[in-house]
């Protein structure tokens, strides 16, 4: 049996091209990162999906909100401290370090095409998070904002964080920043003449009024609040907690009844103010 000699030079300088190939791409790779040596290619680990849409074309949206430990962190921040920032009137004080990473096209549950977003975190800043459901609101709405602003988009705060699902799409590489910029600037204390968060008038109501429960809806008064933007909610289980920036209300209640918080929807009616919030009962 006799071998073409062509074909295995053929083969052969396929393969040192590929190999030169390869060489000047990592050449590239380190010129580029002794060029900027704060910066750094890193494959995050998924974390949460975000659903939203675009205002006001309604477009689905999709938020992967993933997890680095190469991320530098934000400064600590007890939940306290965070309901004070959340009531301030400029809350972009304090900052989270994040990578927003290019908008990409993918296909939803429903056979249709949608646009996502990914979004990196610090690694443990993100555990955090998961842990206290007013932390995630806050890293959710941050993220909303830091892409809103990069890409001038409007984006709809209802959202919904998906149960069964990380990540929509493939997890891409993204160069991010290994030395964070100075994300804190230090105010002397001065005397403020903006009043504390007021606790705003409420009211639940059980439908049916007889029998089992299957709806508990609130109906919060906003006063002054004339967009939904500025409003941050988080319905648990028992426990619904609202809070209207800046610094107009704050409300933190308990209610005897068990909340399926998935199903949960929130309306605002800017004309009256009011909030409405429906909750499907799942026990009392």
Known sequence: MTTDSSLLNSELELQQQEELYQQLLLQTMGKMQSQNPDSKLIRPQP??????LSEP?????????CQSNLVPPPPELSREEL???LQSEDPSGYRVPMSLGEPHIEIDNSSQGCTAYDVVINQEFFQMCQKDPLFQQFVILVSLEGLENKYSLELSRDWKVLKNRKFLGSVSEQNIRTKSRPVIQELKPQESSTAPAKRPEFTFVVEPPAG???YLIAEIKLPGVTSSRSLILDVGEDRLVLTARPSLFHLDVFHPFLIDQESSVAQYNSSTQILTVTMPVVSS
């Open 47 to 52: 974390g949460i999906c975000v659903k939203t």
């Open 57 to 65: 074309s309604k477009q689905k949206i999709f938020i992967n909100i």
């Open 83 to 85: 309901v004070e920032l």
């Open 212 to 214: 089992d429960p299957e």
